[in-house]
């Protein structure tokens, strides 16, 4: 099992940066998939992005594809979601989550989350 722990949601203006940290805890984070979500009032929580155990497969939402860069630090146990571009329709609530094995877009697969971190940008 492997927990998670996201960090460094703020509020900023659109076409901003910023970056997102999901830290891990557990003897599996080298065998875990981390996806990024994202929930925005009355929305369900969507697939923002995700990369592989191995680190060697990233897939992106289509929304942020081009903008947002996952990364995987080994030595920190923390896999990061770079975010550039910013929008006011990205203004959400992001959470990360981990599952054994490979990416997929389905929160159902995943059976850790942490308590997600808030981004909202303005116009």
């Known amino acids: 099992q492997v927990q998670v722990v996201e960090a460094g949601g703020g509020l900023l203006q659109a076409v901003g940066s910023l970056r997102l940290s999901c830290a891990a805890s557990?003897?599996?984070?080298?065998?875990?998939?981390i996806g990024w979500f994202r929930q925005a009032p009355v929305n369900k929580r969507e697939f923002v992005g995700g990369?592989?155990?191995?680190?060697?497969?990233?897939e992106y939402a289509k929304s942020v594809k081009d903008r947002f860069i996952i990364s995987k630090d080994y030595a920190k146990d923390t896999v990061y979601l770079q975010m550039h571009s910013l929008k006011p329709e990205d203004t959400a609530v992001y959470y990360c989550?981990?599952?054994?094995?490979?990416?997929?877009?389905?929160?159902?697969?995943?059976?850790?989350w942490g308590q997600g971190t808030q981004v909202t940008v303005s116009s």
């Open positions: 557990g003897r599996d984070f080298n065998l875990s998939a």
């Open positions: 990369v592989n155990w191995n680190g060697n497969y990233l």
């Open positions: 989550a981990s599952r054994l094995g490979i990416v997929t877009t389905d929160t159902n697969d995943y059976v850790n």
